[in-house]
């Protein structure tokens, strides 16, 4: 069973960065795409940034020039930079992996890691 593991949430002042990291085990295969999500209060779940093996990057437009994400050396991991974050940027923080060359391209997700930004 493939789980992804999320750590790096925090509280944070307006402004300030914070790291997170995503890891996966139990998949022999490349987890290809991943990315993060992130859902705020009474808001459905956005996709914030994907990447993909190749290192083929895309971000949403509220994120884009602040945040950068990149695959670790270690395989099937992710990172999210966030930098100058805003109040808004606050929601619950989702890694998403899917194994697209398997039948049916699985989806797979982290329990979430919170981020909290105070002006």
């Known amino acids: 069973q493939v789980q992804l593991v999320e750590s790096g949430g925090g509280l944070v002042q307006a402004g300030g960065s914070l790291r997170l990291s995503c890891a996966a085990s139990?998949?022999?295969?490349?987890?290809?795409?991943m990315g993060w999500y992130r859902q705020a209060p009474g808001k459905q779940r956005e996709l914030v940034a994907g990447?993909?093996?190749?290192?083929?990057?895309n971000y949403a437009d509220s994120v884009m020039g602040r945040f950068t994400i990149s695959r670790g050396n270690a395989k099937n991991t992710v990172f999210l930079q966030m930098n100058s974050l805003k109040d808004e940027d606050t929601a619950v923080y989702y890694c998403?992996?899917?194994?697209?060359?398997?039948?049916?391209?699985?989806?797979?997700w982290g329990q979430g890691t919170q981020v909290t930004v105070s002006s």
């Open positions: 998403h992996g899917q194994i697209a060359t398997m039948p049916g391209s699985p989806n797979f």
């Open positions: 139990g998949s022999i295969f490349t987890i290809n795409p």
């Open positions: 990447i993909t093996s190749g290192g083929r990057t």
